[in-house]
C-alpha cells in the first residue's frame, strides 16, 4: 500500500507518519516509483506499535527506539523484550523520599514479594513506586490501612498471571510489546477506574439504609 | 498547644499551617493571650485532613473547602461524605473522546457493573475513565485482552469491599476522608506497583528456562 493508505489504515496522521519515517522508527517502504514507496503489513503492525509506545506508553522518541531496538534483536529472549516495554512505560520520575523511612519501606516490600515466591528484579521502578505508596501510608499513621497491603499483594497475584499469559497470546515480539503497553497503561486505568466504581457501589449498599433495604436487582444473580 | 508546636507535632512547616488558617481551611484557636491561641487535637485532626486532600489528592484550595464543608454538615450521611471525597480525587480532565465509541464504551461498562449488582451513580468520573480505557483496548484492535474487563471486574469487587470496610473502621467523618483519600490515591498506586511487580515476575518465571528449571525458593511453601 501507499504511504497515504497506511496513514488512513492505521489512523495515524500522514505528517506523523512521515515524522516516524525520519526518526527512523518506522523502517523505509520498498522503493516502487521515483518519490513512491510500497508498505506491507510489516509496517502497519510497527506503525500500531510506535503509535502505542509513544501515545498511550507517553515515550520519548528515545525510550522508543531502544524499546524497538529489544525488540527487534534475536538474541534477546522474549521476557527481556517484555522487561524493556515494562521498565519504559512503568519509571517515573521520583518524589520527594524521607529517609531512612522510604528505603525501609522499599526494604519491607521486597521481602513480602520474594516470601511470596516472587522474582523481584532489586532495581525495578515498580519497586520504588510500591515503596513511596507504603511509606506514604506508614507515615500517614493510619494502621487500619496496613492489612490492605496484603490484600493487594493476594489481588495482583492472580491477575497478573491471567495478564500476562494474555499479552503473551499475542505471539510476535511486536505484538507482545504493544500488548505490554496497553495492558499496562491502559489495563492499570481500568483497573483503578473499576475499584472506584466497585468501592462507590460498596459504600452505598453498606451505609445507605435506603438501599440497604431495597432487595437486590433484577440483573443479580 | 501552639501554633508552633501544632506545626512540628503534624510535620506541616508553619508558613503552610498559617496559610491553612488565613483560607479557612484550619478552624481558628482559642485565644489565650495576646497573639496566641491554644490547639487541640481536633485541630491536629484537621491538619492531617487538609494536608492529604492537598498534597496526596492533589485537590484545589476551593475543592478541599467543599470536601471539608461535607465532613462538617451533621446532616450529611458518611456514605455522602465519602462520595464527595470520592468524587474530588477522581476527577480528571478528560482525554479526547472519539464518538460513538467511547460512548457505546460507557454504556458497556455501566451494563456489565449493573449486571453485577453494582450501585452505579451515572455521573460517577470513574465510569468516564472505564469508558476511556475500555475505548482504547476497542481501538487498540486487540481481541486477546477483551477476557481482561472480566478479570478486571472480579478482582476490584472484592479488593473494593475490604478496602471500604478498612476505611469506615476509623470512626470519625475526618478520619473516614483522609482516608478515602490516602486509600485511594495511595492504595491505587500500591496496587498498580505490586500489579507490576507480579507481571514481571510472572514473565520471568514463564519465558526464562534457567528460572523455569529452578526449584521454587525455600520462602516459597
Known amino acids: 500500500m501507499r504511504i497515504s493508505e497506511l496513514s488512513a489504515v492505521s489512523g495515524v496522521p500522514l505528517p506523523t507518519v512521515k515524522y516516524y519515517l525520519r526518526e527512523g522508527l518506522l523502517p523505509a517502504g520498498r522503493s516502487t516509483a521515483r ?15 510506535v503509535r502505542a509506545l ?31 516495554a515494562h521498565d519504559a512505560v512503568t519509571s517515573r520520575s521520583a518524589p520527594t523520599r524521607i529517609e531512612p523511612a522510604w528505603s525501609e519501606a522499599r526494604a519491607a516490600v521486597q521481602s513480602m514479594a520474594e516470601q511470596r515466591g516472587w522474582r523481584v528484579e532489586p532495581q525495578a521502578p515498580a519497586l520504588d513506586q510500591a515503596a513511596d505508596a507504603v511509606a506514604t501510608v506508614l507515615a500517614a499513621d493510619m494502621p487500619e490501612l496496613l492489612p490492605l497491603i496484603d490484600v493487594y499483594f493476594d489481588a495482583t497475584e492472580e491477575l497478573a498471571r491471567k495478564e500476562v499469559e494474555a499479552v503473551l497470546s499475542m505471539g510476535s515480539p511486536d505484538q507482545v510489546v504493544r500488548g505490554v503497553v496497553i495492558g499496562t497503561m491502559v489495563g492499570g486505568a481500568l483497573l483503578n477506574a473499576l475499584r472506584l466504581l466497585a468501592q462507590q457501589s460498596i459504600s452505598i449498599k453498606l451505609l445507605d439504609p435506603a438501599e440497604a433495604a431495597q432487595p437486590a436487582p433484577p440483573s443479580a444473580p
Request: aromatic share 2%; charged share 25%.
Open 35 to 49: 518519490n513512491q514507496a510500497d508498505y506491507g503489513p510489516e509496517h502497519l503492525a510497527r506503525l500500531r506499535l
Open 54 to 84: 509513544i501515545e498511550i506508553g507517553n515515550l520519548s522518541v528515545a525510550d522508543t527506539r531502544s524499546v524497538l531496538a529489544a525488540s527487534d534483536d534475536p538474541q534477546l529472549p522474549l521476557d527481556e523484550v517484555m522487561g524493556a
